[in-house]
């Protein structure tokens, strides 16, 4: 390992010896200075990934241009939100922030009429806007924009480059962060980069993984999870024309980035400030669990993906601070929070949480729930989960078997029955849900739907039972509650602030229909808005209700930056948590995640250190020695009166 001395001789020795580009003085001070900080850093990250290539300083020069480049076409606007967060690094632990995902099509259908919908987001409390993939992607399937063509494009369907840069700034305008994709783990085939590798040009063929020998890819699938089994079996694709094979971990048509190359992470890092600075604040690091590749390993996950990344951080810590990661990592719990530090993703989708939200759901059983959370939830107080209920993704049943082991629950047999449950495979489920990515060899399956029709609200209104519809509405009203009040960013995906169904229409479509993943992404019509205004409308619940927990948790701090304690609830079907802040406040969030009554044990109630208790979320006292109960699926939020 370089020491930081040698990193920092380094520094100087590429300085000496490149040219940078026109700055003005303010500028050029403060580049070198956040240069003197992080770059010594990133120095010794480099030389562990690539300190043995002949060609190693040759690429730390590059770096240094593309930095300094991009660092020069940076707007004054965003430098000075630069340094407003630098002067506020945690300000994404605010109990205002809240997310909406959205497809661009589908939510407005273009980016000027997205820029037009602000108010709807506005109406909702939304702070943070994720915006799906909207780059130029191939005709057809392009995995809802995840094989990206070209970085700097977009869609032509969408809009224009001019369209986006406008809608950051009004969005920024507004107060909403923008947060968009940033797909590095592969391109797609008609990325110029693929195209010129296709055409034989070596310097590009290196950009990719490409392998002659079929007994190399045979060694390489061995170990490697397959993600698309439906789609091809192994982790690669054979390309006719050259009679070789290249690295596809998802569809065949996204290549994964060969990053043992220096000249990809310096192109990448190249792609990845452009994106920053059309104005974003937030970008998603897809399937970044994939980035690095070593024989008879699982290829998932390694030491030295966490090096790539946080060399990517150091990057934007120098050009663009204002930016923060966020890691996309579908994995086993404990990598999970591998990805999680200030240095690395400042922000963490929490996908154990949102799993066993739908498990306890099924099982009306917490045990998981509880002692799983209690384990990871707690991260660094730098760092903040976003926490969500859907997204456009599959469900896949991630939890650590050990502790399930210790609780009696045979992991194996349990993601078998949760698959069962929400297929509606199973006897007595409510749920509606779509099989995704059935792998013969593993019996390994994953679940696709909307939050409504999970939640069994489809089932009940096919059934016309207005006592099932209500128990629905309550599932969904229960998990929207711990969505909003544990600590965290909650993330609410397009369509279900409006209850919307399983939309069975991509069947029609060609290109999407062997990817049951649609089910869950429907359009946001003006009828569907309408309805959820309309009185009565179990749209209207749904929505209504929702606004009402968002209201709440906007106007009190307590659900900013506070701790929470995932607490013991010695009654098998209720889940509860506390947040704690510095300043003494404190709520207390009961749920019950069965049809049956539940009585809360006194002691529960003690963290609250007072006698006289307010439920916030009913506007209801309590009396101090009065029992506490909960009915089917009730949620209280409890504060000192
Ligand atoms: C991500 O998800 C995206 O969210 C998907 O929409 C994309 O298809 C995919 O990457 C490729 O770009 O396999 O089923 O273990 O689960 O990164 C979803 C992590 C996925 C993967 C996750 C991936």
Redesign the pocket.
Same mark, same amino acid.
């Given at each position: 390992m370089l020491t930081l001395q040698q990193a920092e001789k380094a520094l100087a020795k590429v300085l000496d010896s490149i040219e940078l580009p026109k700055l003005t003085k303010k500028d050029e001070q403060a580049f070198l200075k956040r240069l003197g900080e992080h770059f010594p850093a990133l120095v010794i990250k480099l030389h562990q990934l690539y300190g043995e290539r002949y060609d190693f300083f040759f690429h730390l020069q590059q770096l240094v241009v593309v930095l300094a480049k991009a660092f020069a076409a940076r707007k004054r606007k965003w430098k000075n939100l630069d340094e407003r967060r630098l002067k506020s690094p945690a300000w994404y632990r605010d109990e205002k922030m809240l997310g909406m995902a959205v497809y661009v099509d589908l939510f407005a259908g273009d980016l000027k009429k997205l820029k037009a919908n602000i108010p709807y987001l506005k109406s909702m409390g939304i702070t943070y806007l994720h915006l799906m993939p909207l780059y130029k992607a191939p005709e057809g399937d392009s @995995?809802?924009g995840?094989?990206v063509s070209d970085y700097r494009l977009v869609d032509p369907k969408l809009g224009s480059e001019k369209d986006l840069v406008a809608l950051a700034d009004a969005l920024s305008a507004e107060g909403i962060s923008l947060v968009l994709d940033f /797909?590095f783990?592969?391109t797609s085939d008609e990325h110029r980069w693929a195209e010129a590798a296709k055409a034989g040009d070596p310097e590009f063929k290196e950009f990719y993984y490409f392998f002659e020998d079929k007994q190399e890819v045979d060694d390489y699938n061995q170990t490697c +999870?397959e !993600? =698309?089994p439906t789609v091809r079996r192994g982790s690669f694709t054979f390309l006719e024309p050259q009679q070789e094979w290249v690295w596809t971990?998802?569809?065949s048509f996204?290549w994964d980035l060969n990053y043992a190359n220096p000249a990809v992470f310096n192109a990448i890092t190249d792609e990845m400030l452009f994106l920053a600075n059309i104005g974003c604040e937030g970008l998603r690091l @897809? *399937?970044? *669990? =994939?980035i690095w590749k070593e024989k008879w390993t699982q290829c998932?996950s390694l030491p030295k993906a966490h090096t790539l990344i946080q060399a990517f951080n150091s990057c934007l810590q120098i050009v663009a601070p204002a930016v923060l990661f966020k890691s996309? *990592? !579908? /994995?086993h719990p404990d990598e999970v929070a591998q990805y999680i530090g200030k240095d690395e993703c400042q922000l963490s989708y929490n996908p154990l949480m949102m799993a066993l939200m739908w498990e306890s759901l099924a099982t009306r059983e917490t045990k998981l729930l509880t002692a799983s959370l209690k384990k990871s939830f707690e991260i660094s107080p730098d760092c903040s989960w976003v926490n969500y209920i859907r997204?456009? @993704? @599959?469900i896949?049943w991630t939890f650590d078997d050990a502790i399930a082991e210790q609780l009696d629950i045979n992991g194996f047999d349990h993601r078998r029955f949760l698959n069962q449950f929400y297929t509606g495979r199973f006897d007595g489920s409510f749920a509606e849900g779509v099989p =995704?990515?059935e792998n013969p060899t593993t019996g390994d399956c +994953?679940v696709c739907g909307s939050l409504a029709s999970l939640a069994g609200l489809e089932r009940a209104l096919e059934q016309d039972d207005n006592q099932l519809i209500e128990l629905a509405l309550k599932r969904i009203r229960l998990l929207n509650s711990i969505n909003l009040s544990i600590g965290g960013i909650p993330l609410i995906y397009q369509g279900d602030e409006l209850g919307i169904l399983n939309d069975h229409s991509y069947l029609e479509d060609s290109s999407k229909a062997d990817d049951a +993943?649609w089910v869950n992404r429907p359009a946001i019509t003006d009828d569907a808005i309408a309805r959820a205004q309309l009185p009565g409308s179990f749209e209207a619940s749904v929505n209504q209700s929702l606004k009402a927990m968002i209201k709440l948790r906007q106007n009190n701090e307590v659900f900013g930056a506070s701790r929470t304690e995932i607490l013991e609830t010695y009654n098998p079907h209720l889940f509860a948590y506390a947040r704690l802040n510095d300043n003494g406040q404190t709520m207390l969030a009961i749920c019950n995640f069965s049809e049956q009554e539940q009585q809360v044990p006194f002691s529960i109630t003690d963290i609250l250190a007072t006698a006289s208790v307010l439920d916030i979320l009913n506007h209801s006292p309590l009396q101090p020695t009065e029992q506490i109960t909960l009915g089917a699926y009730d949620v209280k939020w409890l504060v000192p009166a």
């Open positions: @995995d809802g995840y094989a /797909v783990n592969h +999870r !993600i =698309f971990t998802f569809n996204q @897809d *399937a970044l *669990a =994939f998932e996309e *990592a !579908i /994995v997204c456009h @993704d @599959d896949g =995704f990515q +994953r +993943r």
